[in-house]
């Protein structure tokens, strides 16, 4: 294989082929990236970048966790334990950033934020599809949530899907049958019951205890990056309406409780 300058020549490959280098800018789109903050005031906004740039940011990160919890789920079907865990460390790590990464919009002014603010109706944060793929992917299901994307075919489409796959709670019910768990459908002090078995034999059954301690530091991540995100957007907007028609903080607040792994949250108090 020929080897290529820093100019950007063109070499040939193994097979004699000419191509052209890679380059960290060409590698990761950087021109075509930086062209998608597209601001809707007029004149620009200073703080609408800042805006657009973390809501984006977010969007890249939902992206890739929705990635790691589809391998991890192919990995418990395979009942491949110690490597399904792997992954999971990653989105935990992603979900702690992103707790911390909405604290960013609070150096914005409240009268900053309301000098661009009204050019976003009628969307709103609401409308991540991606946020709601992670939910249902995890097992926070709402099929009331699907009537939202409807005027959007391609999110809905994605959002259905996701809605009638095992959910993260399903695949891990259903690998703790396969290590001789009974956990019947519907009797909850049932499950909890077998469920904590899991931290009265951590030694050893270590590989599905750490299992499921990783899927709850999950759950608990995305209800901090609730927390946090209405406690930044009411230092913010205050109880305004929200931009898409909701109730702005009120209705975020109505969502705090909700849990994707209920089940082990009441093993703690079965113990």
């Given amino acids: 294989m020929t080897a290529t300058s820093a100019k950007g020549e063109k070499g040939t490959d193994q097979y004699g082929g000419e191509h052209t280098p890679v380059t960290y800018n060409k590698y990761l789109h ?5 062209e998608l903050q597209v601001c809707l005031s007029s004149p620009a906004h200073h703080d609408e970048p800042l805006f657009i740039i973390i809501h984006q940011a977010y969007e890249l990160w939902f992206k ?51 000098g661009f603010r009204h050019n976003l109706n009628p969307a709103s ?8 793929e ?11 949530m699907l009537e939202h994307f409807k005027s959007d075919a391609h999110a809905y489409e994605l959002l259905k899907q996701r809605f ?20 019947p459908d519907t009797d909850e002090d049932a499950r909890v019951k077998a469920l904590a078995k899991l931290y009265t034999n951590e030694e050893t059954l270590a590989d599905l205890y ?7 530091e999950i759950d608990e991540l995305v209800y901090l990056w609730r927390v946090n995100h209405v406690t930044v957007v009411e230092r913010i907007i ?34």
């Avoid at 966790?65 to 990653?90: G, P, Q, S, Y």
């Avoid at 992670?134 to 009331?144: M, P, Q, S, Y």
């Avoid at 309406?241 to 909700?258: D, F, N, P, R």
């Fill in 64 to 114: 890739l966790v929705l990635h790691e919890l589809d391998t991890v789920k192919e990995l418990l079907a395979e009942d491949n334990i110690r490597r399904a865990n792997f992954f999971l460390k990653r989105v935990v790590a992603i979900l702690k950033l992103l707790v911390q990464q909405i604290h960013i919009l609070e150096t914005m002014s409240p009268q900053d934020f309301l």
């Fill in 210 to 216: 750490d299992l499921a301690e990783l899927l709850i």
């Fill in 238 to 271: 205050g109880f305004k309406q929200g931009t898409g028609g909701s109730e702005g903080v009120a209705y975020l607040q109505s969502t705090l409780m909700k849990r994707c792994l209920p089940d082990l949250w009441k093993v703690r108090t079965a113990l």
């Fill in 30 to 34: 950087v021109n075509e990236l930086k």
């Fill in 134 to 144: 992670v939910e249902f992917a995890l097992g926070a299901k709402d099929e009331r």
């Fill in 164 to 183: 009638e796959q095992p959910s993260m709670q399903d695949v891990f019910y259903s690998l703790l049958r396969r290590h001789g768990f009974t956990l």
């Fill in 125 to 132: 944060g609401f409308q991540s599809s991606q946020f709601r």
